[in-house]
């Protein structure tokens, strides 16, 4: 059974910066994804197994970085620059492929979700 668990949410200014973890159960190609009330899940950032590779969404590019700790089978999402338009509930999820994803559908595990919150 893959295990994801996902901390680091809260709420934060408009500016500010969090930094999202994702503990998995074991070593996969990741990706983070994050839905506002009312819209659709949206892909945000994803990383290769190895770590080599990234690839981020346009409206993130620039200020959200994804990483990988293999030592620790864990995933960051560095968030800089954060704005209200950020505001979502953030999920990672893990792929048994080594590769990257941008669409959901090719995930195969998934977290519970941690809430960011960026005031204005």
């Known amino acids: 059974q893959v295990k994801l668990v996902e901390s680091g949410g809260g709420l934060v200014q408009a500016g500010g910066s969090l930094r999202l973890s994702c503990a998995a159960s074991?070593?996969?190609?990741m990706g983070w994804f994050r839905q506002a009330p009312g819209k659709e899940r949206e892909f945000v950032a994803t990383?290769?197994?190895?770590?080599?590779?990234?690839y981020y969404a346009d409206s993130v590019k620039g200020r959200f970085t994804i990483s990988r700790d293999n030592g620790k089978n864990t995933v960051y999402l560095q968030m800089n620059s954060l704005k209200p338009e950020d505001t979502a509930v953030y999920y990672c999820?893990?792929?048994?492929?080594?590769?990257?994803?941008?669409?959901?559908?090719?995930?195969?595990?998934w977290g519970q979700g941690t809430q960011v919150t960026v005031s204005s």
């Open positions: 990383i290769t197994r190895s770590g080599g590779s990234t």
């Open positions: 999820a893990a792929r048994d492929s080594a590769g990257m994803a941008h669409r959901a559908t090719l995930y195969d595990y």
């Open positions: 074991g070593r996969y190609g």
